[in-house]
């Protein structure tokens, strides 16, 4: 029922509702003045992206292309990655914690939110041209940004480093020599504030001027701890970052940025969304949850997801920091211009974790830190101006290493919970004495050195047809580690297991090395026609590879090395403007093959609540579908726009893949057949629609309105597609109303996220024994944010 009347709100908003990631082409929240009358002027103006770093028109670049600009998060609030994908159908984000975040775009990137270390994701993050290596750094707030690229698609010809599946290029706002300052402060429910701040000044006229740019953001937790009567999935973030922009000679630009971000979360609280005591041919589970939870006179907690109320006995929590410095340097040599970008970042992750998704002392710890160093340096050289031939070469090293200190602790009620009623009461104590209190550590530390070098062509054949080419070698060196041993300041007494039970309850030592070399060619061709001035169509086949994975993980030792993926790929594309450029509709068909398709595999100890993960080769993967947006300026107060996305990516052969749950039938083959099925984590149907519309109510004040939906259909949030982890298909509307005056310097706005308060899933996953928990989306919240710019 609750389907049905999103679908009838859904129904009435599309007369008025927007994707604003088409809207970008509005930048008036760069204009003085009033933001409505910066919008009248800016229609038809041009959107100006980088996605094949130079600046370029983006109905000019033959590449699939969402744009959120600075403008869009104004009007909509959004400040993270993970809101942002209300506005790009084709981009998904699930995030388990922000270590275990799993972005896809076009359903590929990886196939679990469940984190290796020593694998590279197909979605590229970039800031400011700098690439982050681990996925938990898009997590942070996105502060002062200029614009957010989607860039759907293979691009690992510029982009490189294993954007297979496409890339987020994040530019922030440079420095300026026209003083300018942005203050900005929201309330809302749930105990949320946050403070924004940003501005420019210059140091020395004309030469040197610095920008600073702040924000804290705090919210309380939506999740009760019913345990302890805590509040759980609170949010707490502070983010800096300074710039500096020296202009030494008219030609040389030298921009240098550094940045620190730190977040706190009271968070994995896991929510028990069901049980199940059968499988799917009726046979009882042996030692299923009624039967653990028996023997423990343990009440079991509220299968409802959504009542958002979880019990945990354990400490968790899922803090992190990162900071960085980078430094570009432009050098204008007339026909052509020298970039150089030089970035070292540092992010560090500091979680713990209740492993057992209940109030008794099973899995105590179950965590991993993590601390990353990185190095990277690129050099491109391009030609400038528009010439029958336009180039861009160059040259990209990149240097990571990511040092793991794992810890795993075992309970009193580890026992009992996990070993059948029939064990004698003699055998019980004494693997009660062995593992209660036992703690193993373990230390991983994958290492990346890869170097590249590119080159892309623009010929120009006519003043209509072009035809781009380029070629990507990439060589990657990779090593690393993994070690397992008893803690030094263990319980227990592992001496009391047999052998088979130090394996059956991994508490092992265990120690490996691995290693991997790899060469890889990427290149592209696309061939690029303007039908009219303002219509292209255009034609591109990529081949891509993504470097080799590392199984640094306690599952790694009998597989510790993972071959790249190749990815082929094709797609046709339309992109055009109409009435003066107020109607823009662009649309692509794609067709992604890959290649040993490397993909998250956790499957759980048999009679044990425990987890061996490690990285496979999936034999061969298909993404094919359509992708269109639709924006039109109806009149300079009122917009309308929307993007939907159809996506069929499937398995094509994955004959051995992990046995879903209700199937896992002890004595039986553990692996099943796939080929055929959905990838996880991807909808088949997604489309956005919204509006923003404004009015001049008097005086130099003026009324405004937004609104946008998101609709995705059902997808499993399984890697083994078990029939617990389907999440049902939801629509979520978010919607704001406000009031600009002071001849737009002020701007007061009332919003609301979810403003249906519709209950929907982001993951659920079943376990072996008939446990099933959830990750839900965030309820209803509501707030007012006062800014004001000069």
């Known amino acids: 029922m609750r389907n049905l009347a999103l679908r009838g709100s859904a129904a009435v908003l599309a007369l008025v509702a927007a994707t604003p990631a088409l809207s970008a082409e509005e930048a008036a929240g760069e204009a003085a003045g009033s933001e409505a009358a910066a919008e009248a002027e800016a229609i038809g103006d041009p959107i100006v992206v980088t996605a094949r770093r130079r600046e370029e028109n983006s109905q000019d670049v033959p590449v699939a292309i969402s744009v959120v600009d600075a403008g869009t998060l104004d009007r909509t609030g959004n400040f993270t990655v993970n809101q942002i994908q209300q506005l790009v159908p084709s981009l998904q984000v699930a995030s388990f914690n922000p270590r275990n975040t799993n972005v896809n775009i076009r359903g590929l990137g990886a196939n679990s939110s469940l984190a290796v270390d020593g694998l590279e994701y197909g979605v590229g993050f970039y800031v400011d041209g700098v690439y982050f290596g681990r996925p938990g750094q898009s997590q942070f707030d996105l502060v002062d940004i200029a614009q957010v690229e989607v860039l759907r698609g293979p691009q690992g010809t510029l982009f490189g480093k294993n954007t297979t599946a496409g890339a987020l290029n994040v530019t922030t706002r440079a420095p300026s020599f026209d003083p300018d300052l942005t ?18 000044v210059p140091i020395i006229a004309d030469k040197v001027a610095v920008r600073l740019s702040v924000a804290d953001t705090h919210r309380d937790g939506f999740l009760l701890n019913q345990a302890d009567l805590t509040k759980a999935q609170d949010y707490d973030n502070f983010t800096a970052r300074g710039q500096l922009l020296i202009l030494p000679a008219d030609d040389v630009k030298i921009r240098v940025i550094a940045d620190y971000s730190k977040q706190t979360l009271h968070h994995q609280l896991n929510l028990i969304d069901g049980y199940f005591s059968t499988f799917a041919n009726g046979t009882v589970i042996a030692n299923n949850i009624f039967d653990r939870a028996a023997r423990l006179n343990y009440a079991l907690p509220t299968e409802n997801a959504f009542s958002r109320v979880g019990a945990a006995d354990a400490h968790y929590q899922a803090n992190m920091e990162s900071y ?4 570009e340097i432009d050098w204008d040599l007339g026909p052509a211009s020298l970039t150089s970008i030089t970035a070292y970042r540092w992010w560090d992750w500091y979680p713990a974790n209740d492993g057992d998704g209940t109030s008794l002392s099973i899995n105590t710890l179950a965590q991993q830190q993590n601390f990353q160093r990185q190095f990277s340096q690129e050099l491109r050289f391009a030609s400038n101006g528009e010439n029958t031939i336009d180039y861009q070469v160059g040259l990209f090293y990149f240097w990571q290493i990511i040092r793991g200190y794992g810890k795993t602790g075992y309970g009193a009620d580890f026992a009992e919970w996990n070993l059948p009623s029939s064990t004698p009461p003699a055998a019980l104590a004494t693997l009660d004495r062995a593992l209660t209190g036992l703690v193993t550590d373990s230390y991983s530390d994958p290492r990346t050195k890869s170097y590249a ?29 993994f070690s397992r041993f008893l803690a030094p ?28 070399k790899s060469d890889a ?25 993504k470097s080799g994975g590392l199984n640094v993980t ?12 190749k990815v082929d790929a094709f797609e046709i594309g339309l992109k055009s403007q109409f009435l003066q450029n107020r109607l823009t509709f662009n649309a692509a068909a794609f067709l992604t093959n890959v290649k040993d398709y490397q993909g998250n595999v956790s499957e759980q100890v048999p009679g044990t609540t425990a ?8 034999p061969k993967v298909r993404s094919k579908g359509l992708e269109a947006d639709l924006a039109f300026s109806a009149t300079s107060w009122l917009r309308l726009t929307a993007s939907g996305a159809y996506t069929d990516a499937k398995f094509v052969s994955y004959a051995n893949a992990p046995q879903r749950p209700e199937l ?34 008097g005086g130099d004040v003026e009324g405004y309105v937004h609104a946008d939906f998101l609709h995705r259909s059902s997808f499993n949030s399984t890697a083994t597609n078990s029939i617990y982890g389907v999440v049902p298909a939801y629509g979520v509307v978010n919607a704001r109303v406000g009031l600009r005056f002071g001849d737009g310097t002020y701007d007061l706005a009332f919003w609301a996220r979810n403003l249906t308060n519709e209950d929907y899933y982001v993951s659920r996953s079943p376990g072996t024994f008939g446990l099933i928990t959830a990750i839900v989306g965030e309820p209803r919240t509501v707030g007012a944010t006062l800014r004001a710019k000069w």
């Open 183 to 200: 203050v900005e402060g929201s309330l809302g429910d749930y105990g949320y504030h946050q403070i924004r701040a940003s501005g420019s």
């Open 324 to 327: 960085g410095v980078s430094g």
């Open 453 to 481: 070098a590119f080159g892309q062509l623009d010929w120009h054949l006519t003043d209509a047809l072009t035809l781009t080419a380029g070629l990507r070698y990439t060589h990657e060196d990779k090593d690393g580690s």
């Open 489 to 516: 300041d263990s319980g227990g007494d592992r001496s009391l297991l047999t052998a088979a039970q130090q394996a059956q309850f991994q508490v092992t030592d265990v120690a490996f090395e691995a290693k991997q």
């Open 521 to 545: 060619l990427s290149g592209l061709v696309t061939l690029g026609y303007k039908v009219t001035p303002d219509a292209l169509l255009y034609a591109t086949y990529s081949h891509g590879s």
């Open 554 to 565: 306690a599952g790694g030792a009998s597989r510790p090395v993972v071959a790249p993926e």
């Open 611 to 618: 987890f061996v993960q490690y990285i496979d080769n999936i």
């Open 664 to 697: 896992a039938i002890p004595g039986t083959p553990q692996v099943q057949d796939l080929s055929g099925t959905r990838l996880p984590g991807v909808s088949k149907f997604a489309y956005s629609l919204g509006a923003d519309a404004s009015q001049p109510l």
